[in-house]
Structures are given as C-alpha cells and as structure tokens.
C-alpha cells in the first residue's frame, strides 16, 4: 500500500549544477503534478503529467526546468543550471484522475549553495 | 480577487474550542473542494473532500460548502494541541480545470 514516493528527500547543489528530482505515483494512479514551495509560502503549481503527456505547464518557469513521466519509471523534474532562488521544497502528487483527490509524496528540499 | 484566498493568520484557538477555518473562491462552477493539513517540514496530507452544498463531517472535522456564497469552511471541534498546523484550502477551478492551492491558515491551538 505504498503512496506517492519521492526521493531524494534532500538535494544539495551548487549554483550551476543540475538536480533531479523523482517521483512516484501512488499505485494505481497515472496522473502526477508536481508543485514548488517557499519557506512560509504557500503551494505553487507547476506542471500536471500523464504518462507520456504534459497536460499542463502553465506554472513552470520557462528556462532551465523540465519534466517527464516516461511509460516506465518515475516522472522526473529536472533543473538545470540551478541558482540560489531554486531552493525551495518541492512537492510530488498523484491522483487516479484530473479531478480526483491529489495525495502528496513527502518533498524533495532543495537547497542551492 | 485571488482565485482561492484564505485567511493567514495565526489563528490562536484554546484546547478543547471550536476552531474555524475559511476559504473563498472566485470561480463560480467550481465544483470539488479539498481541505488538506501541513505540519512545518511536511507534506501536505488530506482531511477532507467535499463536492455538494452543506456539511459533511468526518470525526472532529466538519466541511461547509456554499457554492452560492463562494465558501467553504473546515470546523474543528474539541481542538488539541496537536491540530497545530496550516490548513490548505484546495478548488478544482472550472474554467480551466485545473486544482489551486489556497497559501493556507495557520492554525494555534493554545494548551
């Protein structure tokens, strides 16, 4: 019965460096959204991935982030050229559909040095 | 207006009140609605879903909706210490389908 999974739980990098950052869906569930937050902030959306599919980016930056949910394997957000501004947790959801209930994985923190 | 707006706080409510939390919403056809509990250096964990009019109660927890007046509410009853937290309002928006997190209340309760 496992839920979402996230790993690592914690990143450390140096400016310049690229991170990334995995995700596994609940079983079951084949919808993934992916979500940035800031100390004392609230939930930032970035993008929504079926398998295969980027449904929605909307709220991703447009340079140096990227995302994936491959056929097989975790959905990956991936940082290039990381900077200071990038540290932030960053949170994994699955849901079995677009509107069903998003159940969290426990963070990935991001710390940029 | 914002698009899911809530009340910062804190919120101090004494152990074993009431405690009460809101959550305004600017699309009209929105049609589910989430409450979801953060611990600092946590993950967001859900409490409670609900979709129609009225209340829907689960334990301590109790969800009011009025889609006629853009609220929803989440009431806690016999508050503990331990329901310290910031409490996540969460609409899936109708016009672009797409879920948005309120930036959450945070909540004290006082021992």
Request: contains cysteine.
């Amino acid at each position: 019965n496992a839920g979402v999974m996230q790993n690592p739980r914690h990143l450390v990098r140096r400016r310049g460096q690229e991170a990334r950052l995995r995700c596994s869906p609940m079983k079951g569930h084949s919808h993934v959204y992916w979500y940035r937050q800031l100390p004392e902030e609230g939930l930032k959306f970035m993008v929504y991935l079926q398998k295969e599919n980027i449904i929605d980016e909307s709220g991703m930056p447009k340079e140096r982030f990227s995302a994936e949910f491959p056929k097989e394997g975790p959905s990956i957000l991936r940082i290039q050229q990381v900077v200071r501004g990038d540290s932030a947790a960053y949170f994994c959801a699955s849901s079995g559909s677009r509107h069903e209930t998003q159940y969290f994985g426990p963070g990935t923190r991001l710390l940029v040095l | 207006q914002k698009e899911v707006e809530q009340n910062s706080g804190p919120l101090s409510v004494p152990e074993g009140a009431i405690a009460s939390l809101n959550c305004t919403y600017s699309d009209r056809g929105s049609q589910s609605f989430f409450w979801y509990r953060q611990y600092s250096g946590k993950s967001p964990e859900l409490i409670m879903s609900i979709y129609s009019n009225g209340d829907k109660e689960d334990g301590r927890f109790t969800a009011q909706l009025n889609k006629a007046s853009q609220y929803v509410s989440l009431l806690i009853r016999d508050s503990q210490p331990s329901d310290s937290a910031t409490y996540l309002c969460a609409v899936n928006m109708n016009r672009d389908d797409k879920i948005i997190f309120g930036k959450g209340t945070r909540l004290h309760i006082l021992p």
